[in-house]
Structure formats: structure tokens, C-alpha cells
């Protein structure tokens, strides 16, 4: 399974910002994306999970193309994201955070609703239970009933992962999961995201802390000024005299 951008292109006024970008993921695996300030990675993002459409190119996910579909499509398809900035529901408990994320998927006819109510019920019960596991995989248990505001940027970030869990997805682009986060919850959400690669969740992961990214994925793409400048084993990206240059500042 695969994702694969052709010639993707985007511009904000006159400003380029992805210049013919063409890439293939696996799916499977975990893919980290690195790259100065600028570079574009956010608005890639945008791109793959359609709030934004590129100015030009295809996006294709398991030889669809869904460069024209709109985000909550793109869900069903399998796909699954979080921000850099995590935007929980702060009123409302971690528990209460999960559960609404299930449900608040545009596009869901509420007429099946009237129409078979002991549906709804099982329905209901199976996001909850699932709200329940999630809760357990991620170890938010202790603060089930916190509201989502008092918790800590590592914990926040894990509930971000957990609300695009709720939605079954098979790839995950996650925007900066270790931003905020302090080094123990650092190794676990990546021991986490470890976890869920091996029961066949892939990902995709743009992060600034590039030892922590090195460790953590199977692959590394570099993005500068809307290019893709390296590619490959994480250690042999960072070697790489052009990424050196351009990303950690150093002379050639
Ligand atoms: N909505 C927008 N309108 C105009 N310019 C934008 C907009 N969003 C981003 N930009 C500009 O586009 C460029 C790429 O931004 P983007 O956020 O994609 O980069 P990034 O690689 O994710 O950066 P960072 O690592 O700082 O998050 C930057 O110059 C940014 O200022």
C-alpha cells in the first residue's frame, strides 16, 4: 500500500512553497520528514489530507486519486492526522475528547439515526469501548476524567493521537509529535507510534527533534525550500553533505 504525490506543486500568492514534488511511501512504514523552517512541510501536509488543494499534481493513496477529495473522504479512506498546535476540546474530559472524535465526522447522514435507534445504541457502545482501549494503549487512563486543558504538552499529544485513533485509520501523518513534549513522554509516544507500526498503522512524521525522528523511523525525507533534497536510511540522510548544508547549517 502506498502513497504517492506526482509533481505536487502549491503556491500562497506568489510565493512557491512546494515546487514538483513527487514521492512514494509505503504506507506500512514510518516515515519521518525533516526540513528547516519554511520549507513546506506543513503545507505538504495540507495537501495529503485535503485542507488544501495543490495549484498542481495528483495525490494518490492505494491507486486512488484523491487529489480532489475532500478531508473527511479522505478519512474514510483510511487516513489520519494531528496539528503541530494539538487542538482538543478543553472543556471536555480526555475521555469525552475521544468519544467526540468518532462522531464528529461531516458527511454522516443522521437519517439512519430515526431510523434504527438499536443501531445507534451499538454503535455507541462500540465507540466507547473503543474510547476505553485506546485509553489503555496510550496509558491516559489517570486522566480519563482531566480536562483536556490541564494536561501536559506530551499528554496532549498523546490525546491527539488517540482522537485520530478513533477513526481507524491505516496512515497517519502526525505535525510535530514531540514539540513541548518532555524526554520520557518523548520515548513514549514514540514507543507507541513503534507499537502501532507493527499492527500495520503507517505513518508519516514531521518533527525538528531529528534524533528522536532517527530513532523512531525507517525511512527519512528531507524537505528545503519546497524540494526534496535527501531521501533514505535516516543515518545516511544526516551524513549527507547537502542536508548537512542546508538543514544543520554547516559549511561543506
Ligand atoms: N496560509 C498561508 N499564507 C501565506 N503564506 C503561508 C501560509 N502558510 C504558510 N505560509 C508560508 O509558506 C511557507 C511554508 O510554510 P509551512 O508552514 O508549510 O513550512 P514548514 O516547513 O511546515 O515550517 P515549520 O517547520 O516552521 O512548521 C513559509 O514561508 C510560510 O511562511
Known amino acids: 500500500m502506498t502513497l504517492r504525490l506526482e509533481n505536487l ?11 514538483d514534488v513527487s514521492l512514494e511511501i509505503d504506507v506500512g512504514d514510518i516515515t519521518g520528514m525533516i526540513g528547516p523552517n519554511g520549507a513546506g512541510k506543513t503545507t505538504l501536509f495540507s495537501l495529503i489530507n485535503g485542507l488544501q488543494r495543490p495549484a498542481g499534481g495528483t495525490v494518490v493513496l492505494n491507486g486512488n486519486d484523491i487529489t480532489r477529495m475532500k478531508s473527511h473522504v479522505r478519512v474514510r479512506q483510511g487516513l489520519g492526522w494531528t496539528f503541530q498546535v494539538p487542538r482538543p476540546f478543553s472543556h471536555l474530559t ?14 454522516d447522514t443522521i437519517w439512519r439515526n430515526f431510523l434504527t435507534p438499536g443501531r445507534v445504541a451499538a ?4 465507540i466507547a469501548a473503543k ?18 486543558k490541564v494536561l501536559s504538552g506530551g499528554q496532549k499529544k498523546l490525546l491527539e493521537l488517540g482522537r485520530a485513533l478513533m477513526l481507524d485509520p491505516v496512515f497517519i501523518l502526525l505535525d ?6 518532555n524526554p520520557v513522554l518523548i ?17 508519516l512524521i514531521i518533527e525538528h527533534n531529528i534524533g528522536a525522528l532517527a530513532r523512531l523511523c525507517d525511512r527519512m525525507v528531507v524537505l528545503d525550500r519546497g524540494k526534496i533534497i ?12 547537502t542536508v548537512r548544508l542546508a538543514y544543520l547549517g554547516e559549511s561543506a
Open 131 to 148: 474510547a476505553e482501549e485506546i485509553l489503555e494503549f496510550l496509558k491516559l487512563q489517570h486522566v480519563r476524567e482531566s480536562h483536556s
Open 176 to 181: 510535530e509529535p514531540f514539540a513541548g513534549v
Open 187 to 203: 520515548e513514549e509516544i514514540g514507543a507507541r507510534i513503534s507499537e502501532l507500526r507493527d499492527r500495520g498503522i503507517g505513518f
Open 9 to 19: 506543486s502549491q503556491h500562497y500568492g506568489g510565493l512557491q512553497v512546494i515546487q
Open 230 to 241: 535527501g531521501d533514505g536510511a535516516p543515518s545516511t540522510v544526516l551524513a549527507d553533505k
Open 94 to 107: 480526555v475521555f469525552e475528547n475521544l468519544l467526540v472524535a468518532a462522531r464528529e465526522q461531516p458527511g
Open 123 to 126: 454503535t455507541e457502545r462500540n
